[in-house]
């Protein structure tokens, strides 16, 4: 089973950047795509961010033009740059994948969903 590390949080100011990264450790048979999820405290979790086997980006209209999705397929690494950070981007970042470990078909993005996920990374954004 893979398993999938999260690294890159910390504290920051507004206005600042941080990248984050996930390394999927494992092996794997095909990626079906890797998101972002974060989860502030007394909030629901939410997509930040998913990346499509195809390469096709998704984002959250309140990261759109922030943010920046990207995977390394060699390193089975997947990145978030995060510029222009905001104190409501403070929460627990967290990767997910859809990883198959034998052959099969990949879900198609509207019926996306995560097999495995990270523990997650702390963001904190500081007025």
């Known amino acids: 089973q893979v398993q999938l590390m999260e690294s890159g949080g910390g504290s920051v100011q507004a206005g600042g950047s941080l990248k984050l990264s996930c390394e999927a450790r494992g092996y794997i048979f095909r990626n079906c795509g890797m998101a972002w999820y974060r989860q502030a405290p007394g909030r629901e979790r939410e997509l930040v961010s998913r990346i499509s086997s195809d390469g096709t980006e998704y984002y959250a209209d309140s990261v759109k033009g922030r943010f920046t999705i990207s995977q390394d397929n060699v390193k089975n690494t997947l990145y978030l740059q995060m510029d222009g950070l905001k104190t409501e981007d403070t929460a627990v970042y967290l990767c997910?994948?859809?990883?198959?470990?034998?052959?099969?078909?990949?879900?198609?993005?509207?019926?996306?969903?995560?097999?495995?996920r990270g523990q997650g990374t702390q963001v904190t954004v500081s007025s």
């Open positions: 997910a994948a859809n990883l198959l470990y034998v052959d099969g078909w990949c879900p198609n993005d509207d019926d996306w969903y995560a097999n495995e």
